[in-house]
């Protein structure tokens, strides 16, 4: 049977997600999907949810990949990677968004609240000093809360330092889904969590990206963004 093994040497949150839709695509071809032994996560969380989860991976694989780190071509330049990457790998494109199989849980305590995450590792957070007022006077009357993470994700050397209303503890990754999908609106840097807010089809997430890449292959339709000059 034709089976297909992926990895990818990058290792972030969405650089995983850019192929969580070929599992699903493959096994409704009756192909087997595996996830290489040497496949890359910037932490093993990533792994946790965006593979282990998946009820289309049917394991590890120790042999040589053939899916994931092969040539890219944008093929259809105004689709995202989810789309290009359906091609890329030989099939009939369908989807633009990530997608996972964690249902979150609903946290009441930050429904009203906007989550303000700036942590970033590719590129920066295009911020303001003054984002927490910025957001303040476009949401009266809300909180702003920030994510403080129980667990190192991964060397976020971009990230900017605010100071929210609070923080509030991340103790995993399914929680870090939880506030996302639980907070009233969510802003975030152009970095692995819009991916995974468009993975949540949380619509209600500003982020920041730059200008440049307003029309980048990791923009999805479902979130909303912000461009800035770099």
Same mark, same amino acid.
């Given at each position: 049977?034709?089976?297909?093994?992926?990895?990818?040497?990058?290792?972030?949150?969405? /650089?995983?997600? %850019?192929? &969580?839709?070929?599992?699903?695509?493959?096994?409704?071809?009756?192909?087997?999907?595996?996830?290489? /032994?040497?496949?890359?996560?910037?932490?093993?969380?990533?792994?946790?949810?965006?593979?282990?989860? $998946?009820?289309? #991976?049917?394991?590890?694989?120790?042999?040589? @990949?053939?899916?994931?780190?092969?040539?890219?071509?944008?093929?259809?330049?105004?689709?995202?990677?989810?789309?290009?990457?359906?091609?890329?790998?030989?099939?009939?494109?369908?989807?633009?968004?990530?997608?996972?199989?964690?249902?979150?849980?609903?946290?009441? &305590?930050?429904?009203?609240?906007?989550?303000?995450?700036?942590?970033?590792?590719?590129?920066? %957070?295009?911020?303001?000093?003054?984002?927490?007022?910025?957001?303040?006077?476009?949401?009266?009357?809300?909180?702003?809360?920030?994510?403080?993470?129980?667990?190192?994700?991964?060397?976020?050397?971009?990230?900017?330092?605010?100071?929210?209303?609070?923080?509030?503890?991340?103790?995993?990754?399914?929680? @870090?889904?939880?506030?996302? $999908?639980?907070?009233?609106?969510? #802003?975030?840097?152009?970095?692995?969590? &819009?991916?995974?807010?468009? %993975?949540?089809?949380?619509?209600?997430?500003?982020?920041?990206?730059?200008?440049?890449?307003?029309?980048?292959?990791?923009?999805?339709?479902?979130? $909303?963004?912000? &461009?800035?000059?770099?």
């Amino acid at each position: 049977m034709d089976k297909k093994i992926l990895y990818q040497p990058w290792g972030g949150l969405g /650089d995983n997600l %850019a192929f &969580s839709t070929l599992p699903r695509r493959f096994a409704e071809q009756g192909i087997d999907f595996f996830i290489s /032994d040497k496949n890359v996560y910037r932490n093993s969380e990533i792994y946790d949810l965006v593979w282990k989860l $998946n009820p289309y #991976v049917k394991g590890i694989s120790s042999e040589k @990949y053939n899916s994931g780190d092969i040539p890219f071509n944008r093929e259809f330049g105004n689709k995202s990677i989810i789309y290009n990457e359906e091609f890329n790998h030989g099939l009939d494109p369908i989807n633009e968004l990530p997608e996972i199989y964690y249902t979150p849980n609903h946290i009441t &305590s930050i429904a009203g609240s906007i989550l303000l995450d700036t942590s970033t590792f590719t590129f920066p %957070a295009g911020m303001s000093d003054s984002i927490v007022d910025e957001l303040k006077e476009k949401y009266p009357g809300k909180e702003i809360v920030a994510p403080k993470f129980r667990t190192k994700l991964s060397d976020n050397t971009k990230t900017k330092i605010v100071v929210p209303d609070r923080f509030v503890e991340v103790e995993s990754i399914f929680h @870090y889904c939880d506030l996302i $999908n639980s907070c009233y609106h969510f #802003v975030c840097p152009f970095s692995g969590q &819009s991916v995974l807010a468009s %993975a949540l089809n949380k619509k209600d997430t500003t982020c920041y990206i730059p200008a440049s890449f307003s029309n980048h292959f990791y923009v999805f339709p479902n979130i $909303n963004y912000y &461009s800035y000059k770099t």
